[in-house]
């Protein structure tokens, strides 16, 4: 069993900053990718950003490329996503998604419950 603690999300005006986290627990083997994902209220779920084990790879969407960062802290199991100067269009509830191993031949993709993230105009 995995279990995903989204924090972070809320209210804020656009041009504001917000800090999401998501910390993995439970009986788990390795950790690859993390990654966070939105759906906007009618639209489809999409990447935001992800990031590779060693933290030497990212990867961001057009919409979020130099305004967010994600990070990661593997002694903690932990995923952030920094996002910065943030508009209306970035509202939208913000999933975790984890990805490894839970033994070395049981893999594991868990998602977090989500986060509600709201940018007032």
């Known amino acids: 069993q995995v279990q995903l603690v989204e924090s972070g999300g809320g209210l804020v005006q656009a041009g504001g900053s917000l800090r999401l986290s998501c910390a993995a627990s439970?009986?788990?083997?390795?950790?690859?990718?993390m990654g966070w994902y939105r759906q906007a209220p009618g639209k489809q779920r999409e990447l935001v950003a992800a990031?590779?084990?060693?933290?030497?790879?990212?990867n961001y969407a057009d919409s979020v490329k130099g305004r967010f960062t994600i990070s990661r802290d593997n002694a903690k199991n932990t995923v952030y996503l920094q996002m910065n100067s943030l508009k209306p269009e970035d509202t939208a509830v913000y999933y975790c998604?984890?990805?490894?191993?839970?033994?070395?031949?049981?893999?594991?993709?868990?998602w977090g419950k989500g986060t509600l993230v709201t940018v007032s105009s």
């Open positions: 998604n984890v990805r490894g191993l839970l033994r070395s031949w049981i893999s594991m993709d868990s």
């Open positions: 990031i590779t084990s060693s933290s030497s790879g990212t």
């Open positions: 439970g009986s788990i083997f390795s950790i690859n990718a």
